[in-house]
């Protein structure tokens, strides 16, 4: 099997220049998807099928439109496989279960006959059973609860933060402006020790958040069928996250019958693991929004299918659960000119090992966390209301996304942090940058951040502070507003931040 790969690859490299010189290059851009498609994407440590798929053909008859990429088949594209890691945990476990874990490769043709349906429990499919990850439903099970993720997905663990103090704890200064301003995915590579970042505010939001799921129900927390694993996965590395990076405050237990139980020292409480949704679990120890994005087999497309969401402003789960990716993310400006095809792309080809972050921002008067439809707060936005500019915050939604790798669900997590405008006269070069993207920020993207209805206190602050930053020697007198390079933060912003907390 491996010399009929080999040989197939030398054929391609043999008639290379024969394919460059005679066929346009948008035909061979649509071309290169297609052997994308079937080699470079083909998830490691399993076995290619030998039954043959004739290529899409592309014909001079049927062209394709210059102005759209061209046509990818996800339903062929499988997320990079983790099965090598499999023999890894299995060291950690007795004989019987490690038998069932040896991560060695398997049949293409059984993988994708055996894949677990969308809407599939797993805990109700047969052993050989594959997950998109190519992992079986007995491998899933003899790993139990609480694997070592880690070491499932090739993302350490945290170091443990020991000086960290809860009481008077802020979260890192994200500011997450760019100039020049245009619509993109703007991504960076996950800092692992800060997947999940606790503040101050950590008491009150949970209370918060719990108060919004009794009010609201299905409108910040629901799922659909087919999402078991997901739930649970994402649950067990949070928590697993928890306990390693704030140990002074969290712990893991088993405890007979039962079973493994969180003990939360900031709240005082615990929580028996097995007695509740893994989402609920979720929502009472964990400050973060998190929205699971399933792999739907019949396409290869990417569908919102389970979540917590308590931070969203304007919109909520059951406005966009059951979507596909491109639909929950609609009403972005430029989304589908120019990221829809990118977004769809690499959500099919995300490895568990790269975990990414970013942030959105907007302007907001005081704190709001969350906004349905009909909420008085949105009055707030329809006009400019006469506010003293203490009331001024500007809200960043810090975002991360990773692929799990058990379920291969996509998870995107973030939370809503707020930051009073005032603290940005003492942060250098945020006045003007700030200044400028409200000013001449795409309308169409300003408009749908919908700063204006506080742009009339903001703008006249930052124009007299950026005047005072020049004037003081802060900012050098002529600077043009660019992405700073010490973004998404400032220079100076470590020695300000741990001066503002104390540690």
């Known amino acids: 099997m491996k010399s009929h790969y080999v040989l197939a690859i030398a054929i391609s490299l043999l008639v290379g220049g024969i394919y460059l010189v005679i066929i346009p290059k ?38 394709l439109p210059s102005n759209e990429p061209p046509p990818v088949e996800y339903k062929n594209i ?49 052993p050989s059973t594959y997950t998109p990850m190519g992992i079986s439903i007995a491998e899933v099970k003899a790993l139990g609860d609480f694997p070592d993720y880690a070491e499932l997905s090739g993302v350490p663990r945290p170091n443990p933060y020991k000086e960290f103090r809860i009481d ?65 996965e994402i649950m067990e590395m949070a928590l697993q996250f928890l306990c390693a990076r704030y140990p002074q405050y969290f712990s893991l237990t088993q405890d007979g019958s039962r079973g493994y139980v969180f003990q939360n020292g900031i709240l005082k409480n615990e929580t028996v693991i097995n007695n509740m949704h893994p989402l609920l679990v979720l929502l009472e120890n964990v400050p973060e929004d998190f929205a699971c994005m399933l792999r739907n087999p019949e396409d290869g497309y990417y569908y919102f299918r389970a979540g917590i969401l308590c931070s969203a402003l304007g919109w909520n789960v059951s406005t966009k659960l059951g979507m596909q990716l491109k ?3 609609a009403p972005i400006p430029d989304y589908k000119e120019k990221m829809e095809f990118s977004m769809d792309r690499y959500f099919s080809k995300l490895p568990t090992s790269r975990p990414i972050q970013r942030g959105s921002w907007g302007l907001e008067v005081d704190e709001p966390l969350f906004m349905p439809p009909g909420d008085p707060h949105e009055q707030l936005r329809l006009t400019q209301p006469a506010i003293p ?3 001024v915050h500007l809200r960043v939604d810090w975002q991360t996304l990773r692929r799990l790798p058990l379920s291969g669900s996509i998870i995107f997590n973030f939370k809503a942090l707020f930051t009073p405008l005032t603290d940005f006269r003492t942060e250098p070069h945020i006045p003007a940058l700030l200044l400028k993207i409200l000013k001449e920020g795409k309308k169409e993207i300003m408009q749908y951040k919908n700063t204006w209805h506080v742009e009339h206190v903001a703008v006249p602050a930052l124009e007299e502070w950026k005047e005072e930053q020049v004037r003081e020697g802060v900012v050098e007198e002529g600077w043009e ?5 010490e973004a998404p933060w400032f220079r100076g912003w470590e020695d300000m931040w741990h001066e503002r907390q104390g540690f």
């Not at 948008?26 to 043959?52: C, E, M, V």
């Not at 008491?203 to 918060?208: C, Y």
């Not at 507003?481 to 390079?485: A, C, D, K, P, S």
Request: net charge positive; aromatic share 10%; proline share 7%.
């Open 26 to 63: 948008r035909w061979r851009d649509a071309l290169n998807n297609q052997i994308s498609a079937r080699l470079h994407f083909l998830p490691r440590g399993r076995r290619t099928s030998s039954s043959k798929t004739p290529p899409r053909s592309i014909s001079p008859e049927k062209k």
């Open 78 to 126: 499988f997320p990079p496989a983790q099965r090598e890691t499999l023999g890894k945990v299995a060291e950690r476990y007795p004989s019987p279960i490690k038998e069932k874990l040896l991560g060695g490769e398997i049949d293409d043709v059984e993988f994708r006959k055996n894949l677990i349906a969308f809407t599939a429990n797993y805990e109700d499919c047969g």
């Open 168 to 232: 008077t704890a802020i979260a890192r200064p994200y500011r997450p402006f760019r100039w020049a301003y245009h619509q993109t995915m703007s991504l960076n590579k996950l800092e692992s020790d800060w997947w999940l970042e606790l503040e101050k505010t950590y008491t009150v939001r949970i209370a918060q958040r719990k108060e919004l799921y009794a009010k609201h129900g299905k409108l910040v927390l629901d799922y659909l069928p087919g999402s078991e694993l997901a739930c649970k």
């Open 327 to 329: 639909e929950v993310h």
């Open 389 to 391: 500019l203490s009331r």
């Open 481 to 485: 507003e660019r992405t700073l390079e």
